[in-house]
Structure formats: C-alpha cells, structure tokens
C-alpha cells in the first residue's frame, strides 16, 4: 500500500471549472490504470496509460514512469462526475499485482 | 459490458466461524483475483490464481485463508476461522491476459466479523 501516494483525498469543484489528481510512486511502474467508483460500488476503468498520455471527453490522464507519477485531470466538471476514484499501478517486476491509491473524492457543486 | 458479480454483497459472522466469499468472474477470463479493503484504508492485493493454482499471495492472505475454482464455477475465498480484523470489503476481479488493461472488477462483499 505505501507503493502509490494519490491526493488530493478530496476534491470538491464548481461546476464547469476543472483540476487535476495525483499519483505519486516510491517506484518504478510498469503501467498506471485510473478507476471511477460507480454508484454500485464497482471499479470502472477509466484509462490504461504504460507511456504518455490519453484523453477521452473531459478527462486527461498522463504517466511518466521515469519521474514515478501519473496524473487524472478533469475539466468542465459536470455534477456526474462526483465519486471517488483512484489510481492502481503495476510494479515492472510483477504485473500481476495492482497497488493502488487511497482515493479521491470528488464532489462537483452546482 | 462483462461483469463480475459477488456474492453476497453483505456478510455478518461471528468471529471464529468459517465463510466462504463467492465471486462469479468474466466467463472467458482466466486470471482471478482478491484485494482487501479495510474501511479507510487503500485496496490492497491479497491473492491471484491462474490454471487453478494460486501464482502469487500477499502477507495479507494468512493461514486461515484458501482460494479455489472448482471445475470453473465460482472463484471462492474461504476464512477458516475469521478474525476480527477480517472484516473489511473484499474485491474480486478477473482478466482475460491477467494485465492490467484489461481487468474486471466486482462491487465488493462487505464482510463484518462480530
């Protein structure tokens, strides 16, 4: 678990204004995947980065592995994309073991 | 898309008793897996089992605890006998090519021990 630091813990945004999540690594990983929590509980994948970045909608996410972090920015919040998300990564030795972070909650506010 | 279901989704036992959390994977997948979360704190890797055989399991996975997937039914995790600090939600997840990207993972069964 000390493997992955992610904050903020919490995050709460006005709608239609933006920020950013971090991960920070105490090593070297393979690959970082960003989860949503969804309203049952379940972990939705949001992006799988081993390199670089990708964007999907409103969403950014970037990964240097060399500088051990990964980010997750949000722009133009809408009020469904309050949850708590994470990020989990893989050790370059072992893939077959995720470490994740402790969470962010995000709140988006009319 | 595909999922992984668990059962149950809430679990109360008194602590010294056995139980067994049941986790219905991806149908095609072939790499299973448990992650710990206890209230507060980051999910963490408990075990994972591929070709019915566990390849790899954390300090978290004591003695008390074994998996299996008996001719390709549910992937369980038993606790023989439960602690108190068992309680936690536990999360299955499955994958086809046990990576990362392609991971599934279960809402969790919310286990108290008493």
């Known amino acids: 678990g000390d493997q992955v630091e992610q904050s903020p813990s919490a995050l709460s945004l006005h709608e239609g204004t933006g920020s950013a999540l971090r991960c920070n690594f105490t090593t070297t990983m393979r690959a970082v995947q960003w989860f949503r929590k969804n309203s049952r509980g379940s972990l939705i994948n949001l992006f799988y980065?081993?390199?670089g970045t990708k964007e999907n909608g409103r969403l950014k996410s970037a990964f240097d592995s060399k500088e051990r972090y990964s980010t997750l920015h949000i722009r133009d919040a809408q009020l469904e994309d309050s949850g708590t998300y994470f990020c989990?990564?893989?050790?370059?030795?072992?893939?077959?073991?995720?470490?994740f972070g402790s969470g962010t909650k995000l709140t988006v506010e009319p | 898309g595909p999922k992984v279901l668990q059962i149950p989704s809430h679990q109360i036992i008194d602590m010294g008793q056995m139980v067994t959390l049941n986790c219905d994977p991806v149908s095609n997948h072939l790499y299973f897996y448990w992650y710990k979360q206890i209230l507060g704190q980051q999910m963490e890797f408990l075990v994972n089992?591929?070709?019915?055989?566990?390849?790899?399991k954390s300090k978290l996975f004591k003695d008390q605890f074994s998996v299996e997937r008996p001719d390709g039914s549910y992937f369980t995790l038993k606790i023989q006998p439960t602690a108190l600090e068992d309680s936690a939600v536990y999360f299955c997840?499955?994958?086809?090519?046990?990576?990362?990207?392609?991971?599934?993972f279960g809402s969790g069964t919310r286990l108290l021990v008493i």
């Open positions: 997840a499955s994958s086809l090519e046990g990576r990362i990207s392609d991971y599934t």
């Open positions: 980065l081993a390199s």
């Open positions: 089992f591929y070709n019915g055989k566990v390849m790899e």
């Open positions: 989990a990564a893989e050790v370059v030795s072992n893939y077959n073991v995720l470490y």
